[in-house]
């Protein structure tokens, strides 16, 4: 038994929004696809496209102690500092995120786009092909102060 | 329960460990190393120490990562060992208890007599990038093609969730650090045995914030080795109880909470111990975090004290926890990291720690976690171990 994702749809559901899968019998949503619905054990499940999410926690590899440092609890206020520009050597620092998708999940773990400013913080949600992969990343929500945060 | 147990007679004395082994973590291996080479060393080790010799060992298990392309059988032919039982176990940091809880099962069933476990990995920097990046079909088609490669960025993110729940800062983690490296100046096979300093543990480069180096594990080559008896004489420590949780939560929480705190009580009930009775603990250090996690998943502490818990308890020793280092000092030999604990609490038990040896040690307890997913370990357990004499 496999699971039956109907990715003809999903070709037309969902713009450039980020791609889950929901269980066509319960709703529970996971990303990526399982073998069967992990909640229900159902088998049919379609894409759903999530625009929207809440960032729950971030970091950024490799950074070599230069990078923007994500605080935690009080600290997390402070913006953190511009990403130095990189030495031609040492890679760019890539911004890794966990964010909760709006409202029914599920968590994913995503590449930002930038340093983002505060856990908790909302975040538009899209798929970006990434190392030949067409994979989740998060930015700041569109018409939003991102000092204001949401 | 036996059946003498339950008629009242004297109780039979049932498996037990008789023996460890364990090599030393080596940094910069030869190049002659192997993991094959590894754990033939470790097992020697236990043998030797009881006087057993290899054609009576008739049951063995083993984790690794990278004794491919032979398998457990087939080191079993280069030992020249005859089985009744054998088991391969791929279950990373919970692999060594996986194994012991079956290993018991099967020397109470009668199935074999003498149990080798034994777990070991060699790499080199290629190895170990190739089996992070492909550590499982998501690392290897997610994770690692979004630039998440490895547990590091993970766990990252899981410590500053914890930090931010519990208060933790990194000055308490780096306290620690700095109490095991403490127990691994009197582990000669310890990595790193140095003293450390908190400034030290706080400069330390930032690896993934806010993890720095030294909250991350020191890859090394090396294997440990176990012994167990059906029927054991002269000192001996057994199993009063165990558990475990494999895919608890679907990786559908927070991680901050391991499958122990699922079957804590009731493993503590089995063994009619408490966590008060516990001389020495090994607790699975991949990350500071995670220590903590299950030191509170066992009972030891709550999260609304964390900070005072390890000033009070850990750095003073109160509470005797990696007394070999752990891993974050030790190293983390792959596989063999996730029996580096179990071979320390049973070592203590034993009375064979050495320099680093607790006064009469009766009761400890050691966990397993390991196995990432998505976002982190899918695997724990625990064993209560208790040093008995026949």
Redesign the interface.
């Known amino acids: 038994m496999s699971l039956h994702v109907d990715e003809h749809r999903g070709d037309q559901c969902c713009g450039d929004q980020c791609r889950v899968v929901e269980c066509r019998a319960c709703g529970h949503r996971v990303y990526?696809a399982r073998l069967w619905c992990?909640a229900c054990g159902h088998d049919e499940a379609r894409p759903v496209g999530v625009e929207e999410g809440e960032l729950?926690?971030?970091?950024?590899?490799?950074?070599?102690?230069r990078a923007a440092?994500?605080?935690?609890?009080s600290d997390?206020a402070n913006l953190p500092d511009p990403v130095e520009p990189a030495d031609p050597a040492d890679p760019q620092p890539?911004f890794?995120?966990?964010v909760r998708a709006l409202p029914d999940?599920?968590?994913l773990?995503?590449?930002l786009q930038a340093p983002p400013a505060h856990?908790g913080q909302r975040l538009r949600l899209f798929e970006r092909e990434?190392?030949?992969?067409t994979?989740?990343w998060a930015g700041p929500l569109p018409d939003l102060d991102p000092n204001l945060g949401a | 329960m036996s059946q003498a147990q339950a008629v009242g007679l004297r109780p039979e004395p049932g498996p037990c460990i008789v023996a460890v082994g364990e090599t030393p973590a080596l940094r910069h291996p030869e190049p002659t190393c192997s993991t094959a080479g590894l754990m033939a060393q470790a097992i020697g080790q236990a043998l030797r120490q009881v006087g057993i010799a290899p054609a009576q060992v008739d049951g063995l298990g083993v984790a690794s990562f990278t004794l491919r392309p032979d398998r457990a059988i087939d080191l079993a032919w280069r030992l020249g060992l005859r089985l009744n039982w054998c088991m391969q176990d791929e279950l990373g940091g919970a692999s060594a208890i996986n194994l012991l809880r079956q290993a018991w099962l099967a020397l109470e069933a009668g199935q074999a007599q003498t149990i080798v476990l034994v777990s070991g990995d060699h790499f080199t920097g290629a190895d170990f990038a190739g089996l992070v990046r492909g550590y499982n079909r998501s690392a290897q088609e997610y994770l690692s093609p979004l630039g998440s490669a490895g547990p590091n960025p993970l766990f990252a993110m899981l410590t500053q969730r914890q930090m931010a729940q519990t208060g933790l800062r990194r000055e308490d983690y780096g306290a620690l650090c700095v109490a095991q490296r403490g127990w691994a100046a009197n582990n000669p096979n310890a990595a790193y045995r140095q003293p450390l300093s908190l400034a030290q543990y706080l400069e330390a480069p930032m690896v993934a914030p806010p993890l720095g180096r030294l909250d991350c594990v020191p890859v090394v080559s090396g294997a440990s080795a176990l012994v167990l008896q059906a029927r054991p004489t002269g000192v001996h420590v057994r199993l009063l109880a165990s558990g475990a949780r494999y895919n608890h939560d679907e990786q559908e929480g927070d991680g901050l909470q391991t499958g122990i705190a699922e079957f804590a009580d009731g493993m503590w009930r089995q063994a009619a111990v408490r966590p008060e009775d516990m001389d020495v603990v090994s607790v699975y250090d991949d990350y500071p975090a995670m220590a903590l996690a299950q030191l509170c998943d066992l009972g030891f502490a709550g999260t609304d004290d964390l900070p005072g818990f390890i000033a009070r308890r850990i750095a003073t020793r109160e509470l005797p926890v990696n007394t070999a280092g752990g891993q974050l000092s030790a190293g983390q030999a792959g596989a063999a990291g996730g029996m580096h604990g179990l071979v320390e609490v049973a070592r203590q038990l034993l009375g064979q720690a050495g320099a680093r040896q607790l006064q009469n040690p009766r009761h400890g307890v050691v966990t397993g976690y390991g196995m990432v997913q998505l976002r982190y370990g899918m695997c724990a357990n625990a064993a209560v171990l208790r040093r008995e004499e026949s």
């Not at chain 1, 729950?56 to 102690?65: F, N």
């Open positions: 990526p992990p729950l926690a971030w970091t950024v590899v490799p950074d070599k102690g440092q994500p605080g935690s609890g997390s890539v890794i995120a966990t999940g599920p968590v773990v995503v590449r856990i990434t190392s030949g992969r994979l989740p």
